[in-house]
Structure formats: structure tokens, C-alpha cells
């Protein structure tokens, strides 16, 4: 990444040929993995279980970039498109499998009683989505339906994030089950957003760290955050905020936007 020790990039690809697939490559147990870490079912099930016994609340989700990102991680991005274009049967297969895997893990939140299940996973780039509208209907909305519907019939909220511009995929990602959207501001443009979402779902905004709260004034950071607020927000409520604090930040920006966000909390008071 652009920022070393933020995350890491995949470079390997273990299904670059096809061969692998089923025979030195197989799809990990949901009990014992949840595609990132090692984990123990057993274990995780018993400390739900104690937090809604406790009256508490929890939330559910799957791994970043649980669907798109993972087939493109596994075949690589090249890959995986002239797979969608060529349509080869084989991608059906790998992405079946793919969304089994992620069912048994929404399956074991949404057994447990998690409040909230968020389904993240990066499909903008600066300009337009990572993958054609056509494509991502095809291939990657029916998963996103499958893998949301055990939460939306047991009446939990679905969140989900994506960095990016996503708003030629938007309307497919609300038609599959999405009731809380958490979406970047400026690369979708504030207005769009408002036009698009204010009073009619969830708004979960991801502030700006692109632009004017790393290399803008004091000044044009408490503005944002007032436009933000004032044109995406309603009595009612409907926006809730988010901001990723990354290295290069000056302090008194930081500070700007921590005031702003208090400052402007109580805007319909």
C-alpha cells in the first residue's frame, strides 16, 4: 500500500491456474477459519452466548472483501475478469463454493443472535467500480443475495462497506438485501449521496481522508463535516460517521474534525 505496515497485498495467487483448483487447492472449514484468521467455533459460540446473556449486543460480519475481492485474490484480477467475459463454467464453480463458505460463517452470526451482520468488501476505484454493472449482476449480486438473506429473514439490520466509487453498482447493492450503506464522500459526491439516500436509508458516511482532512485547513475540515451533516442528515436521523485516522494527518486537522463532529452532533436540537 501507499502507507507500509497498514495491511498487506496479495501478490500470490494460489488459483492463477485453474489446475489447482480441487486438487492441491481446496475451500478451508468455516469452523475452524473464517477465511482470515484460525479460530475455534466452540469458543466463539460460548462468548456470544455470553454477551447476549448478559444483555449485551454484538455484531456479526464477514471478512473484508468477503466475495469479489476474495475470487480476485485467489485467480487474480486479470483472471478473473476474462473469466466473467468468457463466462467459464469453472468460475461458477469456484464462486458456488466460494459462497458456501461465507453462508456457514453468516449462518453461525445469525444462529447466535448477532444485532447488526456487515458484509464488507472494496468494489470502487477513484473513478467507477472495479468491475462492469453487467458483471457484477451476473456473477456477484446473486451471491450477495444468498449470502444476506438468513439475516434479512431473521429481521437483523445488514450493513455493508465499500471504498470507492460505487455508484454505477448501487442500486444492485441496495436490491440485494443492503439497509445501512457505508460509502466514501467526496469520490461519490455528497450531493449524489444526499439525492440518493438522505431519508430513505441508513447513511454510514466514510469521511474524506484523501483530500481535505490530510492536506486542507482547520477551517475547510469543520466546513465538511457541517455540509456533511447538514445536507445527508434529518431530524429523524439516517447518518452515522466514520473516520479512518491514517499517517500524515496534521493534529490540528485532527482536532478540527473532532470538534466538528461534536459541534455538529446535535445539528436538529
Not at 43 to 58: P, V
Not at 157 to 167: A, E, F, K, L, Y
Request: proline share 6%.
Amino acid at each position: 500500500t501507499a502507507d507500509d505496515g497498514i495491511t498487506g497485498t496479495v501478490h500470490g495467487h494460489p488459483l492463477a491456474d485453474w489446475d489447482a483448483f480441487g486438487t492441491t487447492w481446496h475451500f478451508p472449514d468455516p469452523e475452524k477459519t473464517d477465511g482470515l484468521y484460525w479460530r475455534d467455533l466452540a469458543k466463539d459460540q460460548a462468548e456470544w452466548a455470553g454477551i447476549k446473556a448478559a444483555g449485551g449486543s454484538f455484531w456479526g460480519g464477514l471478512r473484508h472483501g468477503h466475495t469479489f475481492l476474495q475470487l480476485s485474490d485467489l485467480r487474480g484480477y486479470e483472471n478473473l475478469l476474462f473469466d466473467m467475459v468468457d463466462e467459464d463454467p469453472r468460475l461458477d464453480e469456484l464462486i458456488d463454493g466460494l459462497t458456501q463458505f461465507n453462508l456457514a460463517l453468516v449462518r453461525q452470526f445469525v444462529d447466535a443472535g448477532c444485532d447488526t451482520m456487515t458484509y464488507p468488501e472494496d468494489l470502487g476505484m477513484q473513478v467507477g467500480p472495479m468491475i462492469p454493472p453487467d458483471l457484477f449482476r451476473k456473477y456477484i449480486k446473486p451471491a450477495y443475495r444468498t449470502l444476506m438473506a438468513p439475516a434479512k429473514a431473521a429481521g437483523i439490520p445488514i450493513h455493508m462497506h465499500s471504498d470507492g466509487d460505487i455508484r454505477d453498482l448501487v442500486d444492485d447493492i441496495m436490491e440485494s438485501g443492503v439497509e445501512v450503506i457505508n460509502l466514501q464522500d467526496l469520490v461519490n459526491g455528497i450531493d449524489w449521496i444526499a439525492d440518493r439516500f438522505k431519508g430513505k436509508v441508513c447513511v454510514d458516511l466514510d469521511i474524506d481522508r484523501q483530500r481535505i482532512t490530510p492536506y486542507g485547513t482547520p477551517e475547510e475540515v469543520d466546513r465538511l463535516i457541517y455540509d456533511e451533516v447538514s445536507k445527508l442528515s434529518t431530524p429523524k436521523g439516517g447518518l452515522a460517521m466514520i473516520y479512518g485516522l491514517y499517517p500524515g494527518v496534521p493534529m490540528e486537522n485532527v482536532k478540527a474534525l473532532m470538534d466538528a463532529m461534536e459541534k455538529y452532533a446535535f445539528f436538529h436540537s
